[in-house]
């Protein structure tokens, strides 16, 4: 739906749509626990996720490209081959995240430290790589 001014609604997002391999694009997720989950290579474009908890949850292979991401906890998910491109993460914890191979371009980091994960072949906002963790 459009607004009068030109910004795009948000439908509140339905938990049980994040499975594996589920999408959920453009949605609205606000103070849900989704610790544990294995959701792998879920669909959230352009999707607003506010006070969510993603902690030990399986999130390879999935897309957060465009999504504003705000009081999120990754810590300790495996987000491996994840893309977040063009998203803006905001007070996002990544404490011991599997960010291997995973794609940050053009993110915008406000309050988030992406070195707290475990990173190799990770692409960081600035476009470089980092292999810091490699084996």
């Known amino acids: 739906m459009v607004t009068p001014h ?3 609604s948000q439908e509140q997002g339905d938990p049980d749509q994040l499975r594996m391999l589920g999408q959920c694009k453009g ?3 606000e103070e849900i626990d ?14 607003t996720f506010r006070n ?11 897309i957060f490209d465009n ?4 009081n999120v906890s990754f810590n300790g998910a495996d987000l491996s081959g994840a893309s977040f491109s063009d998203a803006q993460l905001t007070n996002v ?3 011991g995240a ?8 053009g993110v915008r980091l406000v309050g988030t430290d992406l070195q707290a994960g ?18």
Do not use: Y
Not at 34 to 40: F, H, W
Not at 52 to 62: E, Y
Not at 130 to 135: Q, V
């Open 67 to 70: 999504a504003v991401l705000e």
């Open 52 to 62: 969510v908890d993603f902690t030990n949850a399986g999130l390879g292979i999935s």
């Open 98 to 105: 599997d960010l291997r191979a995973a794609v940050f371009e």
């Open 6 to 8: 030109g910004a795009v």
């Open 118 to 135: 475990i990173l190799c072949n990770t692409q960081m906002p600035d476009d470089m790589m980092d292999n810091s963790d490699c084996n």
């Open 27 to 29: 949605c609205l997720f």
């Open 34 to 47: 989704l610790s544990e989950r294995r959701m792998t290579g879920i669909d959230v474009r352009e999707t």
């Open 93 to 95: 914890t990544f404490e």
